[in-house]
């Protein structure tokens, strides 16, 4: 492969040729990128890490405050200020599942306030927690999202 500094290519070029690279190209191009040696990881870290600081590189970097507030995360394991809302909220895809009276019930998270449920679209969780159980229930809290205020807890 050729490094980025003798002939230049596009992002997504650099990084699906590091598959290709023999491991010494691999540390070569690593010595370009990076003030330290590269480490003795396996093939697929150095890749990972060299993929990462080729889109840093061309794209910028973690800002500071963003860096701070992740290495807050890491050393807490917990998300400073994070509201009750920010809990609420599902990365599309995640698929919620709960056993309600011996049936197992699916929802496909298909966006914010966009959720999939037998079939039919539906803006809340609560409205398919009401759809399941025909009463009045709060979604997340339906789903094991956040505790349940009813007595007993899970109907």
Not at 30 to 38: C, H, N, T
Not at 105 to 125: A, I, M, P
């Amino acid at each position: 492969m050729t490094h980025a500094r003798t002939k230049p290519q596009s992002i997504a070029m650099q990084i699906a040729a590091l598959p290709d690279m023999t491991m010494d190209e691999l540390r070569a191009l690593w010595d370009e990128l990076f003030d330290a040696p590269a480490p003795h990881h396996n093939r697929t870290g150095l890749e990972s890490r060299l993929a990462y600081r080729i889109q840093e590189r061309a794209f910028g970097g973690v800002s500071p405050s963003a860096r701070a507030r992740l290495e807050k995360i890491g050393e807490t394991g917990q998300v400073p200020n994070a509201t009750e809302r920010d809990a609420d909220r599902l990365l599309p895809g995640s698929v919620l599942s709960r056993m309600y009276d011996g049936i197992e019930h699916r929802v496909v998270v298909r966006g914010d306030k966009h959720f999939e449920y037998d079939g039919c679209r539906y803006k809340s969780l609560s409205a398919i927690a009401r759809k399941i159980t025909g009463t009045q229930w709060s979604g997340p809290a339906f789903f094991g999202l956040r505790e349940s205020k009813r007595k007993g807890g899970w109907a």
